[in-house]
Structure formats: C-alpha cells, structure tokens
C-alpha cells in the first residue's frame, strides 16, 4: 500500500515555472514506476511524464517534452515535475500515480494502482 500526496501546485503567469512534488508513504516505493497525469476541466485524465524505479528511465508525453522534468529520490520517497514555459494549456489538476508495471511505456492510467489527491496548477496568459 502506498499513500501520495501532491504539493506544488498553484498560479502562474505564462513562461513561468513550478515544482510539484508527491510524497509517498509506505513500504517499497523504490519499486514502483512513478507517473503524473493530468486533466483539464472537462477533459480527459492524461499522461505527462513517468519515472521508472532506478531513475534513468523516463518517458514525457509529446505535449511536454523539453519542458517538463520528472525526478525521484527513493531515499526520501519522494518523487518531482518541474515544469518551466508553462502556457495556459497546462492548466489542470495534476495527480501522481505510482504503478508496478516495468515492462510497459507507462502511459496507460490502468496500469497505476494509487493515486493521489491532485493538485491544481492554473496558467494565466
């Protein structure tokens, strides 16, 4: 069992920058494949980025790429989504997932079993 909780989150001029982080409690979360989806109002939940659990395997969804920077530290549980050149369509609740799946892209929301809270980021232009 594994509990996340998102923090970071907040308002932002466009071309700004924010740091979300998810803390997780529980055994074994260096195990896990950590992911952050996304959805807008009115939308469906989407995949931005995932981190597998040695840290030198990411994957970004293409609306993302070269913008947003997914990071872990298993020591501290914890895992990041530093996200700069925000533009109003990143605005949503973003939410971290944590998955035991290793063989697979890691875009699938079906493949992560816990999920946390969300938290909002809103883009002004």
């Known amino acids: 069992q594994v509990q996340l909780v998102e923090s970071g989150g907040g308002l932002v001029q466009a071309g700004g920058s924010l740091r979300l982080s998810c803390a997780a409690s529980?055994?074994?979360?260096?195990?896990?494949?950590m992911g952050w989806f996304r959805q807008a109002p009115g939308k469906e939940r989407e995949f931005v980025a995932r981190?597998?659990?040695?840290?030198?395997?990411?994957y970004y969804a293409d609306s993302v790429k070269g913008r947003f920077t997914i990071s872990r530290d298993n020591a501290k549980n914890t895992v990041w989504l530093q996200m700069n050149a925000l533009n109003p369509e990143d605005t949503a609740v973003y939410y971290c997932?944590?998955?035991?799946?290793?063989?697979?892209?890691?875009?699938?929301?079906?493949?992560?079993?816990?999920w946390g809270q969300g938290t909002q980021v809103t883009v002004s232009s």
């Open positions: 529980g055994r074994a979360f260096s195990s896990y494949r």
């Open positions: 997932a944590a998955s035991y799946y290793s063989a697979t892209i890691g875009v699938k929301r079906d493949e992560y079993v816990y």
């Open positions: 981190i597998d659990w040695e840290s030198s395997s990411t």
